[in-house]
Each structure stands twice: as structure tokens, then as C-alpha cells.
T-cell receptor, first 112, second 112 residues
């Protein structure tokens, strides 16, 4: 059973608009959440993270929101740019060994 | 500073052949990881090494062995390749106390 779920396999938005990518989790022991971005034929690259003690973290155009009661987090990209077109993975971590549990990813297409 | 490097980038094997995937990092990171990514499956942890001299199984270790040769290098070995091991393999590393994993570019392996 998937502990980290990204229920939308794909998302298409217009350049300049907001992109919202969603992630749900089932394990209340997760204490750290990360978003990674992946271009074709490259490894994932870290984008932004949030600790379970916070409900929001912002870095430039990227904001992650965490709703612990709903076990839900979302990544907002404002404004979206064509270079943001990639697969976005949500990952969660519990414990000290830094093992990550990954969602299946959402493919974002930002159209000019 | 090359970050995390992986060799080879591509490999085609016949069923039953063996090979070793190499990973090295020059960031003085303590922990290293091997993942595989399959279509529709996200990233799954094969093995990890929390520190030099230690290795532990991840989610899908069957059919693989690893060696943490030194602090820099972490290799993944397929002793008898099977078509089910056709995948893209990613190596990652993280600094002790750090919060984000850094990924290599991946090795695309096909087993015929």
C-alpha cells in the first residue's frame, strides 16, 4: 500500500498561472517532507522541503503547504514558467536514517 | 566539484550476465543510497549505506548486492541479471545531519 500518494499523474497549466501539485500520506510518523523535480534523462533534484512542525515554507516562486490533520501537502508554483515542465515527486521521511518514501510523481506541463 | 557521478550511463545485458554499477560522490557525504525507477512505480530503495562500512537492505533488495568501498564510493552489483531488473538506477548521497539527498544522473539498464 502506497504511503505517499500523488493522485494526479499529470497536470497542464498556462504560463504565468499557478500550478498546484498535491500529495497525500498515510503515516503520521513522517516528520519531514520534500519535493523533488526531475527532467528526462537526469536525476531528481531537490526543490523545497517542510518540517512537520511547520505549515508553510516558501522559496521564491515555490511554496509548500502542509496540513497535518488532513495528511496532505501541496506545492504551489507562481507564476509557472515553461522551464518548470518536469516530473515532480513528493517524498516523506521518518527516522534518523534519512530513508525516503516516494510518491509516483506528477508530470507538469507549462504551456507558453 | 562533480557531485554524484554514476557509470555507466547506459548498459544492455543478456539474462544471466553480471555487472557492477558504480557511484561516487565528492561532497564528503556520509550516507549513500541506490534506487531504481520503473514506469508507474516511482523511486524504490534497493540498498543504502548509512556510513562507511555499513550497508542495509531497502524496499527491493532481492537480486542485488552492494559494497561501500570507502566514504566516496558505493557500488551495486547484479550477479545474474534478469529482465525484471530492466530499470533506471539512481545513486544518491546525503551529509550526516543533512536533510536532502543529492542524486546522480542515473544508469539506464536493459536486460534482454
Amino acid at each position: 500500500d502506497q504511503q505517499v500518494k500523488q493522485n494526479s499523474p499529470s497536470l497542464s497549466v498556462q504560463e504565468g498561472r499557478i500550478s498546484i501539485l498535491n500529495c497525500d500520506y498515510t503515516n503520521s510518523m513522517f516528520d519531514y517532507f520534500l519535493w523533488y523535480k526531475k527532467y528526462p534523462a537526469e536525476g531528481p533534484t531537490f526543490l523545497i522541503s517542510i518540517s512537520s512542525i511547520k505549515d508553510k515554507n516558501e522559496d521564491g516562486r515555490f511554496t509548500v503547504f502542509l496540513n497535518k490533520s488532513a495528511k496532505h501537502l501541496s506545492l504551489h508554483i507562481v507564476p509557472s514558467q515553461p522551464g518548470d515542465s518536469a516530473v515532480y515527486f513528493c517524498a516523506a521521511e521518518a527516522g534518523n536514517n534519512r530513508k525516503l518514501i516516494w510518491g509516483l510523481g506528477t508530470s507538469l506541463a507549462v504551456n507558453p | 566539484n562533480a557531485g554524484v557521478t554514476q557509470t555507466p550511463k547506459f548498459q544492455v545485458l543478456k539474462t544471466g550476465q553480471s555487472m557492477t554499477l558504480q557511484c561516487a560522490q565528492d561532497m564528503n557525504h556520509n550516507s549513500m543510497y541506490w534506487y531504481r525507477q520503473d514506469p508507474g512505480m516511482g523511486l524504490r530503495l534497493i540498498y543504502y549505506s548509512a556510513s562507511e562500512g555499513t550497508t542495509d537492505k531497502g524496499e527491493v533488495p532481492n537480486g542485488y548486492n552492494v559494497s561501500r568501498l570507502n566514504k566516496r564510493e558505493f557500488s551495486l552489483r547484479l550477479e545474474s541479471a534478469a529482465p525484471s531488473q530492466t530499470s533506471v538506477y539512481f545513486c544518491a548521497s546525503i551529509l550526516r545531519g543533512g536533510l536532502t539527498q543529492y542524486f546522480g544522473p542515473g544508469t539506464r539498464l536493459t536486460v534482454l
